[in-house]
């Protein structure tokens, strides 16, 4: 068990619908990151939160947007869902960010199907 | 740009015996990490082994181990004495400065088979 929980396990849904994943870190991560895996796309960097402000971001769709709120945790928002959307949504946290070794712990992911 | 390749899509290996998982990577950078993590079949992202780039000794983890050649820009992970558990995805990830923040940069994995 990382200490990163995230809900749901596992998520179903219809096209053009919205949903909201969310994520709490382990005790102590400042950081906050959001990945998605999929099969044609591989695990994908989306963003980075630190103590609630956007560090940085990767190739997030317009679609989707994220918070990091003061008690830490966070929520990765996907709107206006497409098939393509279907992935395994991870999110993962850490210490200090900005050093190359970072350990990051990952959660044990959310499945989205969009039908 | 900042890349991650692994170039066997999978590998098998008799229990016991030990394998080596290749990665090669791309960096402007000369400050990065180097990062292997597992993937069982369950999907939780499991981390295993890191090696800086200014670290002169190889990682080592119980039975992980860490190939790193600089020169060649290679960080191949080898593992030990091979365990059924051992079936799993393996992902090298990188992070350095190149990039904004503090992100993973993955290649694409090997699927490892440990037969018994």
């Known amino acids: 068990d990382s200490g990163v929980t995230q809900t749901p396990k596992h998520l179903i849904t219809a096209t053009g619908q919205r949903v909201t994943l969310r994520c709490s870190p382990r005790s102590g991560d400042l950081s906050v990151y959001w990945y998605q895996q999929s099969l044609d796309q591989g695990l994908q960097f989306l963003i980075q939160y630190y103590n609630g402000e956007e560090r940085a971001k990767g190739n997030i769709l317009e679609r989707f947007s994220a918070q990091q709120f003061p008690d830490l945790h966070s929520e990765l928002n996907l709107s206006s869902l497409e098939l393509g959307d279907s992935a395994l949504y991870f999110c993962?946290?850490?210490?200090?960010?900005?050093?190359?070794?970072?350990?990051?712990?990952f959660g044990p992911g959310t499945r989205l199907t969009v039908l | 740009a900042q890349k991650i390749t692994q170039t066997q899509p999978g590998m098998f290996v008799q229990e016991k015996e030990a394998v080596t998982l290749d990665c090669t990577y791309d960096t402007s950078d000369q400050s990065y990490g180097l990062f292997w993590y597992k993937q069982p079949s369950s999907g939780e992202m499991i981390f295993l082994i890191y090696q800086g780039s200014y670290d002169e000794q190889n990682a080592t983890e119980g039975r992980y181990s860490l190939n790193f050649q600089k020169a060649r820009k290679s960080a191949n992970l080898v593992i030990s004495a091979s365990q059924l558990g051992d079936s799993a995805m393996y992902f090298c990830?990188?992070?350095?400065?190149?990039?904004?923040?503090?992100?993973?940069?993955f290649g694409e994995g090997t699927q490892l088979t440990v037969n018994p």
């Open positions: 990830a990188m992070i350095s400065k190149e990039t904004s923040g503090s992100r993973l940069t």
């Open positions: 993962a946290s850490s210490v200090e960010p900005g050093r190359v070794y970072n350990e990051q712990f």
